[in-house]
T-cell receptor
Framework: ETGVTQSPTHLIKTRGQQVTLRCSSQSGHNTVSWYQQALGQGPQFIFQYYREEENGRGNFPPRFSGLQFPNYSSELNVNALELDDSALYLC????????????FGPGTRLTVT | GESVGLHLPTLSVQEGDNSIINCAYS??????FIWYKQESGKGPQFIID?????DKRQGQRVTVLLNKTVKHLSLQIAATQPGDSAVYFCAENIQGAQKLVFGQGTRLTINP
């Protein structure tokens, strides 16, 4: 088990709604990355936060946004939910704005109906 | 485009045998690679990593081999056990980009 925690574990939302997912990084880690994993696929990079700023972004629209707090925890916000947003959302932590030894949390399963 | 692919989507091995899971990557700028194990309903679990200045690294029952000439990565699991059943992903870190790129995964199943 890693020290990365995520909440909630499961969530059901309706199309058009907004959702906030939360992540606490492993002790000693100051970098948080978010990934979306569709069923049967590998994780897709959404963005990374380091020093409370976005440190890189994948091919996701602006309705996917995030925050990092002084204690290195992070939030992922998704506005105007679409059915295709249904997926496992994974948070991973690492150190120094890098991806070295990146450890994942258990994920949040989001279902959009 | 950027991609990390796998030669086989599924692999079935006998308990006690060695398993070899392969991965091809396309970006010569990749400087770091990680193998993850993902069990059903869980997040990916870090298994072993390797930097591009190495060609082999060993852990407990696992070995990762890197062949930069042909852009190939493999994970060897010795004496495969039922608990090794999972989907295995390789991921590459593209130097200068702040992301890991994952393949689609290989499902490893263990026959008793």
């Amino acid at each position: 088990e890693t020290g990365v925690t995520q909440s909630p574990t499961h969530l059901i939302k309706t199309r058009g709604q907004q959702v906030t997912l939360r992540c606490s990084s492993q002790s000693g880690h100051n970098t948080v990355s978010w990934y979306q994993q569709a069923l049967g696929q590998g994780p897709q990079f959404i963005f990374q936060y380091y020093r409370e700023e976005e440190n890189g972004r994948g091919n996701f629209p602006p309705r996917f946004s995030g925050l990092q707090f002084p204690n290195y925890s992070s939030e992922l916000n998704v506005n105007a939910l679409e059915l295709d947003d249904s997926a496992l959302y994974l948070c991973a932590s690492s150190f120094g704005g890098t991806n070295y030894e990146q450890y994942f949390g258990p994920g949040t399963r989001l279902t959009v109906t | 485009g950027e991609s990390v692919g796998l030669h086989l989507p599924t692999l079935s091995v006998q308990e006690g045998d060695n398993s070899i899971i392969n991965c091809a990557y396309s970006n010569s700028a990749s400087d770091y690679f990680i193998w993850y194990k993902q069990e059903s309903g869980k997040g990916p679990q870090f298994i072993i990593d390797i930097r591009s200045n190495m060609d082999k690294r060993q852990g407990q029952r696992v070995t990762v081999l890197l062949n930069k000439t042909v852009k190939h990565l493999s994970l060897q699991i010795a004496a495969t056990q039922p608990g090794d059943s999972a989907v295995y992903f390789c991921a590459e870190n593209i130097q200068g980009a702040q992301k890991l790129v994952f393949g689609q995964g290989t499902r490893l199943t263990i026959n008793p």
